[in-house]
T-cell receptor, first 112, second 113 residues
Framework: DTAVSQTPKYLVTQMGNDKSIKCEQN?????MYWYKQDSKKFLKIMFS???????INETVPNRFSPKSPDKAHLNLHINSLELGDSAVYFC???????????FGSGTRLTVV | DAKTTQPTSMDCAEGRAANLPCNHS???????VYWYRQIHSQGPQYIIH???NNETNEMASLIITEDRKSSTLILPHATLRDTAVYYC??????????????FGQGTTLQVKP
């Protein structure tokens, strides 16, 4: 029943590893997003996809690569993880504006 | 950068109305004001949005000034579960469908017994 679901909920990994976070929405929304919330609690947009097409790519290192196999899924792959990547990553989806976004419950990534 | 400014923190007594102010003096004519809240590192939760008119739903009311340069979110009867960070956001529009919500620091609302 969860509208926007992310997996895993927690992820602890070593520096240099490659990891993926998955996101799925069952709301029929056309647009999906990835946000990062750092230790200072600021939420920053990273990427946005509309119908599988990348439409927003903020200043994010190339180590981060989003992939959208269909409009209900948006995954985030991170290569060569660094300590500074430790954060909570939120997936969200929306229909055409001015509708609001629906956020997932987040993935807490800890890089050690 | 966020286009809104909010007080860093506020307190409210349980059962009383919580009035959260927001300034958005550079808002454009077709930009909506959105309110979200985040309870203890859960995902942000949509509350309400508006353009010009005041809006009300089951969660809250949104009062927008006539010049649209500020707004107030009203939680009519605050409960302890309303303790959260409240974000006032003006969606930044781009070409095509490249609009995005830019979160500021928000207001930490503490509802006290």
């Amino acid at each position: 029943d969860t509208a926007v679901s992310q997996t895993p909920k927690y992820l602890v990994t070593q520096m240099g590893n490659d990891k993926s976070i998955k996101c799925e929405q069952n709301l029929g929304h056309d647009t999906m997003y990835w946000y990062k919330q750092d230790s200072k609690k600021f939420l920053k947009i990273m990427f946005s996809y509309n119908n599988k097409e990348l439409i927003i790519n903020e200043t994010v290192p190339n180590r981060f690569s989003p992939k959208s196999p269909d409009k209900a899924h948006l995954n985030l792959h991170i290569n060569s993880l660094e300590l500074g990547d430790s954060a909570v990553y939120f997936c969200a989806s929306s229909q055409a504006p001015p509708r609001g976004y629906t956020f997932g419950s987040g993935t807490r990534l800890t890089v050690v | 950068d966020a286009k809104t400014t909010q007080p860093t923190s506020m307190d409210c007594a349980e059962g009383r109305a919580a009035n959260l102010p927001c300034n958005h003096s550079t808002i454009s004519g077709n930009e909506y004001v959105y309110w979200y809240r985040q309870i203890h590192s859960q995902g942000p939760q949509y509350i309400i949005h508006g353009l010009k008119n005041n809006e009300t739903n089951e969660m809250a009311s949104l009062i927008i000034t006539e010049d649209r340069k500020s707004s107030t979110l009203i939680l009519p009867h605050a409960t302890l579960r309303d303790t959260a960070v409240y974000y006032c956001i003006v969606r930044v529009e781009g070409s095509g469908n490249t609009g995005k919500l830019i979160f500021g620091q928000g207001t930490t609302l503490q509802v006290k017994p």
